[in-house]
């Protein structure tokens, strides 16, 4: 069940395939929240459909490889970059993000990594739905802890690691983070709309950097 997205900016489409995880608001959040200029070098693990790929390569022109485990998602992720004519600024690549991120080829050879990692903790409802999305929203093929490890391998000193996640897992992530030497910087926490209690949260990080957090003001989901 393929269809394709249209982006709503720069022209650019992305494929999809409802039987796979589908890209929510969350990953166009991290996309939009990341920094740098043209031509900066990303890593995003766990790319899925290629969204964080495509955005950050079609509206800023960095440069991005997105490492994904399905190959089903891969695929698309694929056909996405070619829809888009970005194969000169995405590569993507099919491989476990633990693997990836222990080639020597790949340590500190990013300037960015992001990262929309799976939410939540193995048991807690996967088994009700398909196999790709209980990849993708819980920790089944890799862990919270082993994400910001592979982000903190692959980063270089003075680069950023950015990443949006569940707010019940703020101080969790918080404590990894530190813990790899990718200190917090900037907070953003989100809420589904007004009135609503929060529910996600958006943390840039620097490798290697002194203790300093700024707090932006919680806010609603973009429209």
Do not use: W
Not at 128 to 145: F, P
Not at 157 to 172: D, M, N, P, Q
């Amino acid at each position: 069940m393929e269809r394709i997205d249209d982006l709503q900016v720069n022209g650019l489409k992305l494929i999809q395939d409802s039987d796979l995880f589908c890209f929510g608001c969350d990953a166009v959040e991290l996309a939009n929240f990341v920094e740098g200029a043209f031509a900066t070098k990303v890593c995003d693990l766990g790319c899925g459909s290629g969204i964080i790929p495509v955005l950050l390569a079609g509206k800023r022109g960095m440069r991005v490889t997105g490492v994904e485990l399905q190959e089903a998602c891969v695929s698309l992720a694929r056909r996405s970059v070619e829809l888009n004519n970005l194969s000169d600024k995405i590569e993507i690549v099919c491989a476990r993000m633990q693997d990836y991120a222990e080639d020597r080829n790949n340590i500190g050879a990013f300037d960015v990594v992001t990262s929309n990692p799976p939410y939540r903790k193995v048991g807690s409802g996967f088994k009700q739905e398909k196999d790709s999305v209980a990849l993708a929203r819980h920790e089944i093929a890799v862990t919270l802890k082993e994400v910001v490890h592979c982000a903190s391998r692959l980063v270089k000193s003075g680069g950023k690691f950015y990443t949006v996640c569940h707010i019940e897992r703020l101080a969790e992530m918080i404590s990894l983070c530190v813990s790899e030497k990718l200190e917090p910087k900037t907070l953003q926490i989100l809420r589904p709309c007004d009135g609503k209690p929060p529910h996600l949260f958006l943390l840039k990080c620097i490798k290697d950097a002194s203790p300093a957090l700024t707090v932006l003001p919680e806010r609603s989901l973009t429209a």
